[in-house]
């Protein structure tokens, strides 16, 4: 290898290396939320339309249910969210995401933090993302909200009609609530 | 001179400090390795945990466990089941940095938060050691949420009907509402029939029945391993009429040949792991049992002379699979209540012979009532419970007394309705007579969903 050919491996390398730095800077917090919230929502919403929508409302093989286990039914597609939320809390993956609502049927999943409220207005209102950071037990977190859109009439007829529901006028495209997601920083 | 006298006497002490330390040290590992562990318990240990108090590793694991190390060890026994139950609040639920305050008040995370053992002065029914009023930490809300509740107390939360912290699988709305208005007793009232037989005959239809000439009985002696006297003719007798000998299981089935001997004989060294080679799920259920936890951790077994509860003590009496079933008989009627009644001798079990509940089981075995129609010890306590296409017996007897609502499905509305059945299982003088009567009282329970139903309309 001649002077000249070492030079210009040594630029290549050091490009190289220099772009990737570029790239794993631009991983920031928002962008990592982002992502996660479009496997959230994507899996979510193949399984209310794919599963629930199609074997509960369409061709009635079955119905979903809260208490599925109990029933031998499946579960509501809020559930299945929340059960995937649960093993990631378990498997210590570094962040965790949790379903809101400022109309909750289940109050526990009302917002409880100051944050929590002002995204699900947020995104109730404006149809917009929220990102923001918080406190939670001494940990500081980035948190983001996103809208969680009815996208089926399965979301719309069970919210309605649950007996604890604290409105009763969904209607598809409808924002019913909001996706949280944190990362801890520190 | 003082200063001198003052050096002897030190001088003096400390050889016999020394050697004070070394015995009671001594002493103490001896116990702690060899000798009576029961010196370092801490205090009297719970219901749930008194069989295996003197295995400290179950819990504790190691000297000075990390609070980890024995949440795992709480995990390692009751997970499964937490999780089969559908446990309303799991661990996972608090892993959510947005329940981090309620933590700091209450660490649901951990089973110790409140289920402290060796605490018997604190300790409550099913190991609890909160006070009884602990929803209050985390549902200080409810009476906006539930105006029907404002006028309940904290502490009567966990009533029997009304809600349980882990297990509520029988305790929602929409199960109580289907269930409304249904008769004291139903017609017909029927048990479901165990599937096990059937089933194993439809795989095997060529296989016959095996007869004497089969086991070749009369070339063997017999050699227990309590050296009881066998009746050999007695044991061909009753086994020719099982359902072992109609499934194909034979002598060497569960006997090891022993032919090293200049005798043929049949030995059996375990009881339990033979009958797990076929019996897996009841062997299963069995070792989760209070009945089986002390095999589960590899202990003698259970006996009478080491219960708490009222049992026969005057012979010792230890627990294995045939404990209650006779392994040649395999006579499911003794198994069901005299194996049962042989040893328990509390006052619920005294009464079992005065209540409806067994009329109806003597009618039963008698032939003079139709099949299912009778209640023994078992319907209630092991009882037959259907899943999908097969019927089975859960051979954990307490599996359903914790809570005892649990009994509601699999037992008691095969012939009750639910609000009497619920009612029933309130009413703790009607259990300590056995059912003898009908509960005093209407569970509130049902009038509440009943306005919920009504303002939904």
Not at chain 1, 3 to 9: G, M, V
Not at chain 2, 34 to 46: C, I, R, W
Request: with cysteine.
């Amino acid at each position: 290898m001649n002077k000249r050919q070492l030079i210009r491996s040594i630029c290549a390398t050091s490009i190289a290396l220099s772009s990737f730095n570029v790239f794993a800077g631009e991983i920031t917090a928002q962008k990592m939320a982002d992502a996660i919230f479009a496997v959230i929502e994507a899996d979510r919403a193949t399984y209310t339309q794919k599963v629930v929508q199609r074997l509960q409302n369409e061709e009635e093989v079955i119905t979903a249910e809260e208490r599925w286990k109990e029933e031998s039914a499946l579960p509501l597609p809020a559930q299945m969210l929340r059960m995937g939320a649960e093993r990631v809390s378990e498997s210590n993956a570094g962040f965790s995401y949790a379903l809101l609502s400022l109309w909750p049927i289940n109050k526990q999943n009302k917002p409880k933090t100051a944050l929590e409220t002002k995204g699900l207005k947020m995104a109730a209102e404006k149809l917009q993302n929220f990102y923001g950071e918080e406190t939670l037990g001494g940990k500081t977190y980035f948190t983001a909200v996103y809208p969680d859109i009815a996208v089926s009439e399965a979301c719309v007829t069970c919210h309605n009609d649950h007996i604890d529901t604290p409105k009763t006028d969904f209607k598809i495209g409808d924002v019913m609530g909001g996706v949280v997601i944190r990362i801890p920083l520190n | 001179m003082i200063k001198e006298k003052e050096q002897r006497i030190k001088v003096g002490v400390m050889p016999i400090g020394i050697a004070l330390t070394l015995i009671i040290g001594a002493y103490l590992g001896y116990n702690l390795f060899e000798g009576d562990k029961s010196l370092f318990l801490g205090g009297e240990t719970s219901h749930g945990h008194y069989q295996i108090e003197l295995e400290c590793q179950a819990c504790h694991t190691t000297p000075f466990a990390s609070q980890e190390k024995m949440q795992q060890a709480c995990e390692s026994c009751h997970a499964e089941e937490l999780d089969r139950v559908n446990d309303s609040h799991p661990k996972k639920v608090f892993l959510d940095p947005r329940n981090a305050d309620l933590l700091a008040t209450l660490d649901a995370r951990l089973c110790v938060s409140c289920h402290r053992e060796h605490k018997p002065e604190i300790t409550r029914d099913f190991g609890v050691t909160l006070a009884a009023d602990f929803c209050f930490h985390c549902h200080q809300d409810i009476k906006e949420e539930r105006p029907s509740h404002a006028e309940f107390e904290f502490k009567t939360c966990a009533t029997s009907g009304c809600h349980n912290f882990h297990d509520n699988s029988m305790l929602y709305e929409k199960f109580i509402a289907k269930h409304l208005d249904e008769p004291a007793i139903k017609d017909p009232a029927r048990l479901p029939e165990k599937t096990g037989l059937k089933r194993w005959l439809k795989k095997n239809k060529k296989k016959l029945p095996l007869d004497v000439a089969e086991p070749q009985m009369d070339s063997f002696s017999f050699e227990a391993t309590n050296q009881a006297t066998v009746d050999l003719s007695r044991v061909v007798e009753d086994w020719k009429s099982s359902i072992h000998a109609r499934t194909d299981a034979n002598c060497t089935s569960c006997h090891t040949q022993n032919v090293s001997q200049n005798h043929n004989s049949f030995t059996i060294a375990s009881v339990a792991p033979v009958c797990e080679s076929c019996h897996k799920r009841q062997h299963k259920a069995f070792l989760e049992s209070k009945h089986g936890m002390r095999l589960a951790l590899e202990l003698s077994p259970m006996s009478t002379d080491k219960a708490r509860l009222e049992v026969d003590k005057s012979h010792s009496k230890s627990l294995d699979c045939n404990s209650c079933h006779n392994p040649h008989s395999l006579n499911v009627v003794e198994a069901a209540m005299d194996s049962c009644l042989g040893c328990h001798q509390d006052t619920h079990s005294q009464n079992y012979k005065n209540s409806k509940h067994y009329q109806l089981w003597a009618q039963e075995i008698l032939g003079e009532a139709p099949s299912g129609s009778g209640v023994s010890c078992a319907t209630c306590h092991l009882p037959k419970v259907k899943k999908g296409r097969r019927v089975t017996v859960i051979h954990n007897q307490n599996l359903n007394l914790r809570p005892n609502t649990k009994m509601l499905r699999s037992v008691c509305m095969n012939c009750h309705g639910l609000e009497f059945s619920v009612s029933a299982l309130a009413d703790e003088a009607l259990i300590e007579n056995n059912f003898i009567g009908i509960p005093t009282k209407k569970h509130q329970t049902f009038e509440l969903v009943k306005q919920r139903m009504k303002s939904r309309q």
